[in-house]
């Protein structure tokens, strides 16, 4: 697997991490620190870089971000930390700040990870519903200051999206569970496979707990809404992912992947990656339009990924199993709420692609069934509604974070959002 799946960004030695270190002007504004989600003080660490204290960097990373391992490798730096560095404006490449990142943070993991806990407990217990980065973060928060948590989580392994759901060249399951233990490490407990709102109600958790996160990310992927789309050999983009990520490799010869977000591009080179001879990807507006970053476009264009614009499916096809693909060309009019001109389909400009293997990725479903258990939790287009400060929600017993508040982010976003959300609890029981 792992043949198939080299990084993107190969590690840094200790020599060549010196001398990327050793560029950094050690900006007193720092620029880089104020476009990070988390805040990182990226000076500072990589200032202890400079100096050889590794574990002192990794210290100065996971004060801010508890995640600081999966986010040195899948942070789109180039428009964040990396995007904000002063050295744009000399004309000269910015600090590799990810993998000055991620050199600390491996150093950190292979050299008895440990993270310090208030030595007196604190008469609180938290419940935290879910187990990707934000109930991860809000959890690592709460056990620094002594608090009670336990994370359930409705997969066989924490980590949600971080394990399951990010391709494999960007960051393994290893290096989430990683993360994991980490936290694990730190005192909290995880009770895994357990559906929140199923076999466990959530009046359980508001009888055995004082405060509730709710981390619960997004639902399945939105289905296409086509004739044939429940023939053998669709398979929704996360669920593509999660499968070969534990060693499920089954790809079609002729793929077509369904979306143009970040998602449908990591489907697409994955589906390289593992045999497809073709791999084509439809979008329904043009490539200025696409919410993936041009980054990403670029690398799948690289790779071989062959890009249909202004394109829809209309119906897949085949005799017992997916055969091939009907589309139809579109175009633009007037712009809709995001700025983006709305699809129109155009009459008699249909054609098909020969294919054995569909894969929509067109954006996921809210899980609106456990939000609406949650009582007295306000919900504004599916969203959880928060305090932006806080992360409290119209009951003051719960709090939220992650894609479920934020629609579908960064995992840097969630990190934040879940140590907001541990914040806001403590000062709201004082």
């Avoid at 977000?261 to 593992?274: C, K, M």
């Avoid at 287009?381 to 894609?403: F, K």
Wanted: charged content about 25%; glycine content about 12%.
């Amino acid at each position: 697997m792992t043949d198939n799946f080299p990084e993107i960004h190969p590690a840094l030695g200790d020599r060549a991490a010196a001398v990327e270190a050793n560029r950094c002007l050690f900006c007193y504004d720092a620029p880089c620190t104020n476009a990070c989600p988390t805040h990182i003080d990226v000076p500072r660490f990589i200032k202890k870089i400079a100096t050889g204290n590794l574990r002192g960097s990794a210290q100065t990373i996971l004060s801010a971000n508890i995640l600081g391992l999966s986010c040195s490798r899948v942070c789109p730096v180039e428009v964040l930390c990396e995007g904000a560095c002063v050295l744009h404006g000399y004309n000269k490449q910015p600090i590799e700040i990810g993998l000055l990142q991620r050199h600390a943070m491996d150093y950190f993991h292979t050299h008895n990870p440990r993270i310090p806990v208030a030595a007196r407990p604190r008469p609180l217990r938290v419940a935290c519903i879910g187990g990707g980065p934000a109930s991860l973060s809000c959890a690592a928060e709460l056990r620094r200051n002594g608090a009670d948590v336990t994370i359930f989580d409705s997969r066989p392994l924490p980590g949600g999206l971080n394990t399951y759901g990010i391709a494999q060249y960007k960051l393994r399951p290893e290096d989430s569970l990683k993360e994991v233990a980490l936290v694990r490490s730190m005192g909290v407990r995880f009770e895994e496979g357990v559906e929140i709102g199923g076999a466990k109600p959530v009046e359980e958790l508001e009888r055995d707990f004082d405060m509730i996160f709710v981390g619960a990310g997004l639902g399945p992927t939105h289905p296409l809404g086509i004739p044939g789309e429940d023939l053998p050999g669709v398979v929704d983009a996360l669920r593509f992912i999660a499968r070969y990520k534990v060693g499920l490799t089954e790809v079609g010869r002729r793929v077509v992947v369904a979306g143009a977000g970040n998602t449908a591009i990591d489907a697409a080179i994955a589906a390289l990656r593992l045999g497809a001879e073709e791999v084509h990807l439809l979008y329904r507006r043009g490539p200025a339009e696409m919410p993936a970053f041009s980054f990403e476009y670029e690398r799948a264009r690289e790779e071989g990924v062959r890009f249909h614009w202004q394109t829809v499916p209309v119906a897949v096809s085949g005799s017992g199993r997916v055969e091939r693909i009907e589309c139809a060309r579109t175009e633009l009019g007037a712009a809709d709420a995001s700025g983006r001109g709305m699809p129109r389909v155009l009459p008699g400009a249909n054609f098909s692609i020969a294919c054995d293997m569909v894969i929509p990725a067109i954006g996921q479903s809210r899980l609106l069934e456990l939000l609406s258990a949650c009582r007295g939790i306000e919900l504004d287009g599916g969203r959880v509604r928060v305090d932006a400060h806080t992360g409290r929600t119209s009951n003051p017993r719960y709090y939220a974070g992650g894609d479920c508040v934020n629609g579908g982010r960064e995992v840097v976003d969630a990190v934040a959002e879940g140590k907001r959300a541990a914040l806001g609890i403590l000062r709201a029981i004082g």
